[in-house]
Antibody, heavy 119, light 109 residues
Framework: QVQLQESGPGLVKPSGTLSLTCAVS?????????WSWVRQPPGKGLEWIGE???????NYNPSLKSRVTISVDKSKNQFSLKLSSVTAADTAVYYC????????????WGQGTMVTVSS | EIVLTQSPGTLSLSPGERATLSCRAS???????LAWYQQKPGQAPRLLIY???SRATGIPDRFSGSGSGTDFTLTISRLEPEDFAVYYC??????????FGGGTKVEIK
C-alpha cells in the first residue's frame, strides 16, 4: 500500500526558507493523483498549502502563494515543499497527503513533521 | 473562499451514545467534494467520509455522512472508546481549492 514520509529540518530561522520532502513508497507518484501539503499549527486546525500533479501542474493556497513552491521529482518518486520568508506563524506540523482526482479528499497522509521557526 | 463552520465546538458524550456533528458552508458545496476526517492526538488525520456520504476503506459502518448544498452532517451511531477525537470537514471547490472546518472535539462525558 502507498505510504508517505516527510523529511526535512525541524528548525528554521526567521526570514529563512522551510524545505521539506515527501517520499512516496508502495506506488508511483505518476499515478492519477494530486499530491498535497497540509499544515497544522500547534493546537489549531488544518490549512491546505498546495498541491502538485506528476506533470508538474500546481495549485496553491492564495494566502501563501507568494511564498510557496511545490515541485516533483519523478525519478526519486517524491515531491517537495519550499516556503520562503518564514515567521513564527509558520511553526506547525507539516503533512504531505495524496488526493485522488476522483474524490478530491486526502486518503493517505504522512505521519507529519514538526517545523519550528525560531532564532 | 468557501468557509466551513463546524458545530458544536465540543461534544461531550458517553460511549454508546449517538454523535451528530454539523458542517455548514458559506456557499453551496458540491456533494461530490465534501469529506470528513478524524484526528487523534499526535496522529495525522484519517479520512472517514468522502463525497458527503461514502465511507473510506476500512471505516466502520457506525460512521455515516449526509447532507447537501451548505449543510452537512457526520453521524456516529454508537460511540466506541476509540471514537473520541477531533473531527474536521473539508471541501474541494473554488479558490483555494481545499478548505477545512475548524473542527469538533468529541470528548468523553
Amino acid at each position: 500500500q502507498v505510504q508517505l514520509q516527510e523529511s526535512g529540518p525541524g528548525l528554521v530561522k526567521p526570514s529563512g526558507t522551510l524545505s521539506l520532502t515527501c517520499a512516496v513508497s508502495g506506488g508511483s507518484i505518476s499515478s492519477s493523483n494530486w499530491w498535497s501539503w497540509v499544515r497544522q499549527p500547534p493546537g489549531k486546525g488544518l490549512e491546505w498549502i498546495g498541491e502538485i500533479y506528476h506533470s508538474g501542474s500546481t495549485n496553491y493556497n492564495p494566502s501563501l502563494k507568494s511564498r510557496v513552491t511545490i515541485s516533483v521529482d519523478k525519478s526519486k518518486n517524491q515531491f517537495s515543499l519550499k516556503l520562503s520568508s518564514v515567521t513564527a506563524a509558520d511553526t506547525a506540523v507539516y503533512y504531505c497527503a495524496r488526493d485522488p482526482t476522483v474524490t478530491q479528499a486526502f486518503d493517505i497522509w504522512g505521519q507529519g513533521t514538526m517545523v519550528t521557526v525560531s532564532s | 473562499e468557501i468557509v466551513l463552520t463546524q458545530s458544536p465546538g465540543t461534544l461531550s458524550l458517553s460511549p454508546g451514545e449517538r454523535a451528530t456533528l454539523s458542517c455548514r458552508a458559506s456557499q453551496s458545496v458540491s456533494s461530490s467534494y465534501l469529506a470528513w476526517y478524524q484526528q487523534k492526538p499526535g496522529q495525522a488525520p484519517r479520512l472517514l467520509i468522502y463525497g458527503a456520504s461514502s465511507r473510506a476503506t476500512g471505516i466502520p459502518d457506525r460512521f455515516s455522512g449526509s447532507g447537501s448544498g451548505t449543510d452537512f452532517t457526520l453521524t456516529i451511531s454508537r460511540l466506541e472508546p476509540e471514537d473520541f477525537a477531533v473531527y474536521y470537514c473539508q471541501q474541494y471547490g473554488s479558490s483555494p481549492p481545499f478548505t477545512f472546518g475548524g473542527g469538533t472535539k468529541v470528548e468523553i462525558k
